[in-house]
């Protein structure tokens, strides 16, 4: 099934990953092709979405990482994150080191990485951040700039940028596939 071998790339991947922050950077290319493998099981996407589709896919996301249920006040690990454990490992490791190079701005940790594909999202503001968010987007698309109040469009097309996600934001029109890594 894809998710196994979507799993056990990953985790190739992690074992040959450099382990210093100044070593070479976890290729884009090869977080692409394992977002591509994991995505038939990932589940559709269903809130905040433009009313708009955009993309040559239908939309997913998922979130991997320590997520808060409606039930509880304490943080626990996401289902996904389970079943996808060595994607999630690896996307940690993107984050991270793009955050020891510098990429990250004010973020200096995370507990979650939210996974998009081709979602344009509505405006909106996030619920249960505690600080900035680190984002980059990954595909073969045009547009899809996320414009955030207060600071108008950001490019996120394979590069990093911060934003307020408490603050109004939303995602511009793109075509062709896009993945948002947040």
């Given at each position: 099934?894809?998710?196994?071998?979507?799993?056990?790339?990953?985790?190739?991947?992690?074992?040959?990953?450099?382990?210093?922050?100044?070593?070479?950077p976890?290729?884009?290319?090869?977080?692409?092709?394992?977002?591509?493998?994991?995505?038939?099981?990932?589940?559709?996407?269903?809130?905040?979405?433009?009313?708009?589709?955009?993309?040559?896919?239908?939309?997913?996301?998922?979130?991997?990482?320590?997520?808060?249920?409606?039930y509880?006040?304490?943080?626990?690990?996401?289902?996904a994150?389970?079943?996808?454990?060595?994607?999630?490992?690896?996307?940690?490791?993107?984050?991270?080191?793009?955050?020891?190079?510098?990429?990250?701005?004010?973020?200096?940790?995370?507990?979650?990485v939210?996974?998009?594909?081709n979602?344009?999202?509505?405006?909106?503001?996030?619920?249960?951040?505690?600080?900035?968010?680190?984002a980059?987007?990954?595909?073969?698309?045009?547009?899809?700039?996320?414009?955030?109040?207060?600071?108008?469009?950001?490019?996120?097309?394979?590069r990093?940028?911060?934003?307020?996600?408490?603050?109004?934001?939303?995602?511009?029109?793109?075509?062709?596939?896009?993945?948002?890594?947040?």
């Open positions: 099934p894809p998710q196994r071998c979507a799993r056990a790339t990953a985790l190739r991947a992690l074992r040959r990953a450099p382990a210093a922050p100044d070593a070479a976890i290729d884009p290319g090869h977080v692409l092709a394992l977002l591509r493998r994991a995505a038939p099981a990932f589940p559709p996407a269903t809130r905040q979405l433009s009313k708009h589709a955009c993309g040559n896919a239908p939309p997913v996301a998922v979130t991997l990482g320590a997520v808060r249920p409606h509880s006040d304490r943080a626990v690990l996401s289902v994150s389970r079943t996808h454990l060595g994607l999630c490992q690896m996307l940690t490791a993107f984050a991270s080191q793009a955050i020891a190079r510098g990429e990250g701005g004010a973020v200096t940790h995370f507990t979650s939210q996974v998009n594909r979602c344009r999202m509505r405006m909106h503001q996030d619920g249960d951040n505690a600080g900035p968010s680190l980059i987007a990954l595909g073969d698309f045009e547009g899809g700039a996320l414009w955030v109040d207060g600071r108008g469009e950001l490019d996120l097309h394979d990093w940028a911060t934003y307020d996600g408490n603050r109004s934001h939303c995602t511009r029109r793109f075509s062709g596939e896009r993945w948002a890594l947040i």
